[in-house]
């Protein structure tokens, strides 16, 4: 049994189901306390100042109430995206894998941010102790898509809602902009922090993923792959049960021997392996000689004295 299977035969039961549907909720909400009371919302983001200076632990825990962008078309996509494709990935992961990939995300977010504030902190740095990681739930939808793409590679979505492509192609397109917003200038410190907590926690599922551990996914291509290479063993196995059948026959001909030369044949009926697969012969140990019984009259004959 693998570490993470008995992670989840020990700790399954307190997975939490439906997560993405609570996530949208959480999202749905933090929209809502900055349109109403922004004053309020503010006090829940990630700021190195806040936590550093004025002691606000709080803010460790609560950034995920940062919106994934402004309340507008794009927003209201990043919710649609955490429902459709969350619940996809929670099925092809199972829950509890999925409740780890989602807590992982916030875990390496939050340590790498830290770990940038203390940085600042250190150093003195007034300005780094000014920014805020506002847009770390915008980025934790692209890496959710990463992992859907892991999932269904082959799947196919409609990319600008029109458009038939590959969640493969999609996924590269996904990590296209990640790069291109992180390599951008006036992306801040925390921000593109935030870029690599999430690769980090896709690429340590992707190691383990790709061993197969909580893969339930039918679709995915390396479970394909071994399906192929578990048929095509059995295969060439049963060939060689045949072919070494015809050459033991081709030969038994070739010195003489009958072509129905058989290996058992049961005392009391004289059924052979040739009568039936199902059939099963051993020699009895109590009867006294060589004789053979099939499965159906190995206890109930009479033994040979």
Request: hydrophobic share 50%.
């Amino acid at each position: 049994m693998s570490f993470f299977a008995k992670l989840e035969k020990k700790f399954g039961k307190f997975a939490i189901r439906n997560l993405p549907i609570k996530i949208a909720v959480v999202m749905a909400i933090s929209y809502i306390l900055w349109a109403f009371v922004p004053t309020f919302a503010v006090k829940l983001v990630f700021s190195p100042y806040a936590i550093m200076e004025q002691h606000q632990f709080w803010r460790l825990f609560t950034w995920v109430f940062s919106p994934p962008g402004d309340l507008n078309l794009v927003g209201i996509l990043m919710i649609f995206i955490l429902i459709l494709f969350g619940q996809q990935i929670e099925q092809a992961m199972g829950t509890f894998m999925f409740n780890l990939y989602i807590f992982g995300a916030w875990f390496w977010n939050t340590v790498i941010m830290l770990g940038i504030s203390i940085y600042y902190y250190a150093n003195g740095s007034i300005l780094g102790m000014m920014d805020v990681g506002i847009w770390a739930m915008y980025y934790f939808d692209y890496g959710l898509f990463l992992a859907f793409a892991l999932m269904y590679s082959d799947a196919r979505v409609l990319f600008m809602f029109f458009i038939p492509i590959r969640a493969f192609w999609v996924a590269v397109i996904d990590m296209g902009l990640m790069a291109y917003e992180f390599m951008r200038p006036t992306t801040s410190t925390l921000n593109r922090g935030s870029i690599i907590a999430y690769l980090v926690n896709f690429f340590i599922f992707y190691l383990i993923m790709g061993r197969g551990v909580g893969m339930r996914s039918s679709n995915s291509k390396a479970a394909a792959k071994r399906r192929k290479r578990d048929y095509d063993r059995r295969v060439e196995n049963l060939s060689r049960q045949v072919n070494g059948e015809a050459d033991r026959r081709h030969k038994a001909q070739q010195m003489g021997y009958p072509s129905n030369i058989t290996k058992h044949k049961c005392a009391i009926c004289g059924r052979t392996e040739r009568d039936g697969d199902d059939l099963e012969f051993r020699f009895c140990s109590k009867c006294n000689g060589n004789y053979e019984y099939c499965n159906e009259h190995l206890f109930t004959h009479e033994h040979v004295k």
